[in-house]
């Protein structure tokens, strides 16, 4: 995510901020800051990571964050299963841990089939429990869910999207 980090710069300066609203064929909606409870990052396995990721450091233009099997087991400098040998997993975790409490709205949700240890590191189920652990010490606004018979096939998670968009939009408490 370090990598990731100046790219992220990158982009919100030029697109979200409001200095740009386009490039090539991606085109951004500005919003106001009033607006930004209802502004939302979404993803699936890194999509999930990247969603709480952009949050944690974006939150005064993201309100929610809606993540379907995400890949906390991440360290720093992961990226996919490239994992170099000074990992520290769980980096985002950590970092959710060591902050103060954001303004965010978080719907996770795991697989209990998604036990398995990605390169030594803990299991995608036991980071998502990991990081779950840590919003709800410290307070955050969130709803998890561990869906039997899932595992890391997107099929598994289009029946529950709806869910996480009615939490996150308010009707679905």
Not at 3 to 12: E, G, K, N, V
Not at 118 to 128: E, F, I, M, R, Y
Not at 150 to 162: I, Q
Request: hydrophobic share 40%; with cysteine.
């Amino acid at each position: 995510m370090t990598t990731a980090d100046s790219w992220l710069t990158a982009i919100f300066d030029e697109l979200i901020r409001g200095r740009s609203q386009s490039v090539g064929e991606i085109l951004f909606l500005r919003f106001s800051i009033r607006d930004r409870i209802f502004a939302q990052h979404s993803g699936l396995s890194n999509g999930g990571l990247a969603a709480a990721f952009i949050a944690w450091r974006n939150s005064d233009l993201f309100g929610n964050v809606l993540s379907q099997s995400g890949a906390f087991w991440q360290g720093a400098t992961s990226s996919g299963f490239t994992i170099p040998e000074e990992t520290e997993f769980e980096w985002l975790t950590k970092q959710y841990a060591a902050s103060h409490k954001l303004p965010l709205r978080i719907y996770l949700e795991a697989g209990l089939f998604q036990n398995a240890c990605v390169n030594q590191g803990p299991s995608l189920l036991t980071a998502n429990r990991h990081l779950r652990d840590i919003l709800e010490v410290k307070g955050y606004t969130f709803r998890y869910k561990e869906l039997s018979g899932c595992n890391h096939v997107p099929l598994c998670w289009r029946g529950t999207l709806a869910d996480g968009l009615m939490f996150l939009l308010g009707s679905g408490e």
